[in-house]
């Protein structure tokens, strides 16, 4: 996370989190 900077970064590190989440979630309900 320390490699991205500006405003990019944040939906970078937003959209990896929700992609791990997402499936995190797909596993869990299967």
Do not use: D, P, R
């Not at 929700?18 to 797909?26: E, K, Q, R, T």
Request: hydrophobic share 40%.
């Amino acid at each position: 996370s320390g490699s991205w900077t500006g405003g990019g970064g944040i939906w970078v590190e937003l959209s990896g989190k929700m992609h791990v989440l997402a499936i995190l979630v797909s596993n869990y309900t299967q």
